[in-house]
């Protein structure tokens, strides 16, 4: 059952009808961030106890096969935009269990009205995954750039840790650590949309570059749009939404990427 981005507001008729009739209610505390008020206040709304669940309660299935009776996953923004959510699918076809998908608003869709960039121009979202000493992905990277060679926008998702995203510095260290072609260095200079608690009263957009990102202190959730050049109606919108220097846009030169080998 998909939350939304405002917690308990953002809860339809329909997701709070089916959640006063459950025997038991969870939230999926592992792969997304909820207000800190969430707990209580669907508790008091359905008059039920709610739990919330860690990531071996999320990935063991434990919490289906210790409950008898009619059972509520929620998680934050839409049910189905994470993956790990369709291993749970499989197990309930796999053991005959009835299941019902609660659709609703996600940070993906939430994006083109906060950001004014076309949802059209959207290339793979990318996941930045914090890192151990002996691995280091490139791939996160390596798409980032193919969506920018093909002219296309990138929405990159932030690893959790302990139920908030990494820090700005922390990610600016592992985009340094994946960038082990001197080529790779561009990807400081070009201009992000960082997205910070959208749909929470404090919500806040505005532009920046990765090169600045040590001087920067992140609330979660939030996320981030690497942009390829934005056209003259992106602008206009992204001028109508008042982002915060946007002008970062107007003043880098995207044929550098273009003619990059990378």
Not at 63 to 73: C, E, H, M, N, T
Not at 154 to 174: G, H, P, W, Y
Not at 200 to 206: A, K, M
Request: with cysteine; charged share 25%; aromatic share 10%.
């Amino acid at each position: 059952m998909g939350a939304g981005l405002r917690g308990v507001k953002s809860l339809s008729s329909d997701e709070m009808g089916t959640l006063k009739k459950c025997d038991f209610i969870f939230v999926d505390g592992y792969t997304a961030i909820f207000p800190s008020d969430f707990k209580d206040e669907l508790t008091s709304s359905v008059g039920k106890t709610v739990t919330f669940l860690g990531r071996q309660d999320v990935e063991d299935f434990s919490f289906i096969d210790k409950s008898a009776g009619q059972v509520a996953l929620i998680v934050s923004g839409d049910a189905m935009v994470s993956t790990t959510h369709f291993s749970i699918l499989r197990y309930c076809r796999e053991n005959g269990i009835s299941y019902k998908i609660f659709e609703n608003s996600s940070i993906l869709s939430a994006i083109p009205g906060r950001t004014g960039l076309s949802s059209y121009r959207t290339g793979n979202i990318v996941s930045i995954p914090d890192i151990q000493d002996n691995f280091v992905p490139r791939s996160p990277l390596q798409k980032i750039f193919s969506n920018l060679k093909n002219r296309l926008h990138t929405t990159i998702l932030i690893d959790l840790i302990d139920s908030k995203n990494l820090d700005a510095e922390r990610v600016q260290q592992i985009f340094r650590k994946m960038s082990d072609d001197p080529q790779m260095d561009l990807v400081f200079e070009i201009p992000v949309i960082l997205l910070e608690r959208i749909g929470w009263n404090d919500e806040e957009v505005f532009c920046s570059r990765l090169v600045d990102f040590s001087e920067l202190q992140m609330n979660s959730p939030y996320c981030m749009v690497m942009p390829f050049m934005p056209d003259s109606n992106e602008i206009e919108n992204m001028a109508a939404l008042n982002l915060k220097n946007m002008e970062l846009f107007l003043n880098f030169d995207y044929a550098r990427i273009l003619d990059s080998t990378i």
